[in-house]
């Protein structure tokens, strides 16, 4: 029997130099969502996080914590350890760099990628000498002519980070040969890079023609020893990535390897796409193994129209958002508010607007309404439909069509799409509840009452089963309310009608109003 098929999706590893903010969660958030909804249509999912936490970087933070590098990360990377629980993270690994198996899985890669030849037949890494600019804040290098100097004389990179001057040993990957293998391959796999104005932004860079990368370093020792060179740590970049393979298991080509690899997504920040779309395509390849399927871009999250950093300290704690407004509805913002790659705007005032508008009104009074009417006027029961006419098939066969049409928004990382599908059916079943009046029909009309009523249920089953990926406890709790068993909640029973009969249990409400709070009040 043919096995399921795969879906292997990953997130950036976070760097463990600071706490977790409402930034790093939306990244891993979007992945949650992706894998809920693959393991939902049937597939075996491996959704990978984890922590970067080899570099100067970090290093200098545990040096100004004043503590070592390896006590530093091990406090940090349990706080995202922690968020991952917060957020209700369905990830199946958690990888941390500085573990065996990472350092292992970056000296084999290295090995293998300086064995191998470009395809231009070079070396791929040779030794020589480094002279340049790094930021330490953006653990990369940067060209001269990339620069900006400010009136005080200091160079500052595109990103606005300082940089400094390095001059050290260093082993080179040659990038440079490696320029028209990558066009080549933009052009063999359109897909490969998403939303597509990132994929023109990076087809353009390789365009500029690319400069050979330095991948190791000597002037401090935290990372990852090159094999046979151990003065040398690797570039954190280089170790880094390599995580993605790590996870499943390299240098191991069996087992999950020979299941998972190429991971089918890398979703990654706009910031960091350049080494995802450009760096590690050709690390794999110079090692042999098989470039990832695609990466998406997401978008940077601003607070109230500013920048989110520690520096301006406004940079939001997800477990503040969570205990102020709920899980779901956080998660549920995060994707439904801003068009997924593109940078959003965080303000109070529209996460307010989304609770009390969308979730308390529109979806949970929805469910509330029918469920209210079904256990007072139907005996608690599932009513039993009679013939459905127009308006009842409009709206059921809406229903029916959000699966296909979540399907392809998800496989193009198009939350946003499939939420908006999905809330106009939302909105199509709170009209038909208006105009079909069944409280008035309970005087009327009992048998249309009954059809109407069944109908809303049977809408309602899909809308949940669709929105348990982005609100997986509080669609848990609205397919309890519609007793729908927990067999029947992945989508091979989408099209498995409720049972006439069927007893429901007393009705309460998923979503509450959120009320602001007020200065004064109890
Ligand atoms: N360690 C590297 C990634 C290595 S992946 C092999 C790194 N770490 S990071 O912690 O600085 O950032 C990771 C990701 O967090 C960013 O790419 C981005 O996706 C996300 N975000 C950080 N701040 C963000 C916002 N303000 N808004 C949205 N996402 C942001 O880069």
């Excluded at 940067?142 to 400094?164: I, M, N, S, Y």
């Excluded at 946003?416 to 069944?438: C, F, G, K, M, T």
């Excluded at 709790?477 to 429901?504: E, I, S």
């Amino acid at each position: 029997m043919a096995g399921k098929p795969t879906f292997y999706v990953t997130t950036p590893i976070y760097y463990v130099n600071d706490n977790p903010h409402v930034g790093h969660a939306y990244t891993t958030l979007a992945c949650d969502v992706l894998a809920r909804f693959k393991r939902l249509d049937g597939f075996e999912v491996k959704f990978l996080t984890g922590t970067d936490e080899h570099g100067q970087k970090v290093e200098k933070s545990a040096q100004a914590a004043g503590t070592d590098a390896q006590t530093f990360t091990d406090r940090v990377s349990q706080k995202f350890r922690d968020l991952t629980k917060a957020m209700n993270f369905s990830n199946d690994d958690f990888i941390r760099t500085t573990e065996p198996r990472h350092i292992k899985a970056c000296q084999a890669l290295w090995q293998e990628v300086a064995a191998r030849k470009t395809p231009k037949g070079n070396d791929n890494i040779y030794l020589a000498s480094y002279g340049g600019w790094y930021s330490v804040r953006d653990e990369a290098f940067w060209g001269e002519d990339e620069l900006v100097t400010g009136p005080d004389g200091q160079k500052t990179a595109p990103t606005g980070a300082l940089v400094e001057w390095v001059e050290e040993p260093s082993y080179f990957f040659r990038l440079s040969d490696w320029a028209d293998w990558l066009l080549e391959f933009y052009d063999k796999h359109p897909d490969f890079i998403a939303p597509n104005s990132r994929r023109n932004e990076v087809v353009s860079f390789v365009k500029g023609g690319l400069q050979d990368l330095s991948i190791s370093r000597t002037t401090f020792s935290w990372g990852v020893p090159v094999p046979g060179d151990p003065k040398h740590i690797m570039y954190v970049w280089f170790d880094a990535l390599i995580n993605y393979i790590t996870a499943v298991g390299y240098p191991d080509k069996t087992g999950e390897y020979a299941k998972f690899w190429p991971a089918d997504l890398h979703v990654v920040g706009k910031d960091i796409l350049r080494f995802h779309a450009v760096y590690w395509p050709t690390f794999l390849a110079g090692g042999g193994l098989e470039v990832q399927k695609r990466v998406f871009a997401q978008g940077w999250w601003t607070i109230e129209g500013q920048k989110m950093s520690k520096s301006l300290g406004n940079a939001i704690d997800p477990l503040a958002l969570i205990a102020r407004y709920g899980l779901d509805p956080v998660r549920f913002f995060l994707l439904r508010e801003v068009p997924y790659g593109n940078d959003g705007d965080f303000s109070r005032r529209a996460m307010i607007g989304r609770i009390n508008g969308e979730l308390a009104n529109e979806l949970g009074n929805l469910a509330q309404r029918t469920l209210v009417q079904i256990n007072k006027n139907c005996a608690a029961q599932v009513p039993k439909p009679g013939l459905f006419i127009d308006v009842d098939n409009t709206l059921l066969d809406a229903a029916k069509a959000l699966l296909a049409q979540s399907r392809a928004a998800m496989d193009r990382q198009e939350f946003h799409v499939a939420l908006e599908s999905i809330w106009l059916v939302v909105r199509a079943a709170n009209a038909y509840i208006d105009h079909q009046a069944p409280w008035a029909l309970k005087k009327t009309d009992l048998a249309r009452m009954n059809t109407v009523l069944y109908v809303l249920v049977e809408v309602e089953r899909r809308i949940a089963l669709l929105l348990q990926p982005f609100m997986p406890d509080s669609m848990a709790k609205m397919l309890d309310q519609l007793a729908v068993p927990a067999g029947a909640r992945d989508f091979t029973a989408f099209d498995t009608a409720l049972a006439a009969g069927t007893n429901l249990p007393p009705p309460q409400g998923v979503f509450p109003r959120y009320v602001e709070e007020q200065e004064g009040a109890a």
